[in-house]
């Protein structure tokens, strides 16, 4: 009988570190997503070498990616299909925008494998952030269109 109360603290302890593991992730998650898609719409922003990284002589130029040495605004030459007689242009392609949910349909796998494990407490936050994840994910592909 004296074993009672000490599985029960087990038990309580178990809970609130799911419990709070939960809240850290879903904070965790919430602040990133705020961060993050705050800078989604603004253009960005490119780091420029310090003062101290330029060099004097044209074979220590620091150029930026994308620029050419034949000049300081020549471009490299963009290939072009007519090179080869096999190629062909193809159609552009429409990309979805980046999106979080698969990170949190990730953490909500991860939530519910740690649960099978531990407790059933943990397993239902992860089948509820799989669900989250799954619901959220599919739902921006179907209205991003």
């Known amino acids: ?17 799911a419990v709070g593991a939960a ?4 904070l965790g998650i919430i602040t ?4 993050l898609s705050g800078a989604r719409g603004q253009a960005q922003a490119t780091l420029a070498p ?23 605004t020549a471009k490299h030459p963009v290939p072009h299909p007519d090179h080869h007689p096999d190629w062909e242009q193809l159609p552009a392609a429409h990309l979805p ?3 979080y949910w698969p ?7 991860m939530f519910l494998a740690w649960g099978i494990v531990t407790t059933i407490a943990i397993t239902i936050i992860g089948l509820a952030l ?6 959220g994910w599919i739902g921006e592909l179907r209205h991003g269109e």
Do not use: F, H, Y
């Open 32 to 35: 990133a997503v705020r961060t």
């Open 50 to 72: 310090p003062e101290s990284a330029k060099r004097v002589g044209a074979a220590d130029e620091i150029i930026p990616m994308g620029e050419a040495r034949l000049g300081n």
């Open 103 to 109: 990170i949190v349909l990730a953490v909500g796998i």
């Open 23 to 26: 809240l850290g992730s879903a």
């Open 97 to 99: 925008q980046p999106t």
């Open 130 to 135: 799989l669900a989250l994840g799954l619901g």
């Open 1 to 17: 009988m004296s074993d009672q109360p000490n599985d029960m603290n087990k038990n309580k302890n178990a809970i609130r570190l």
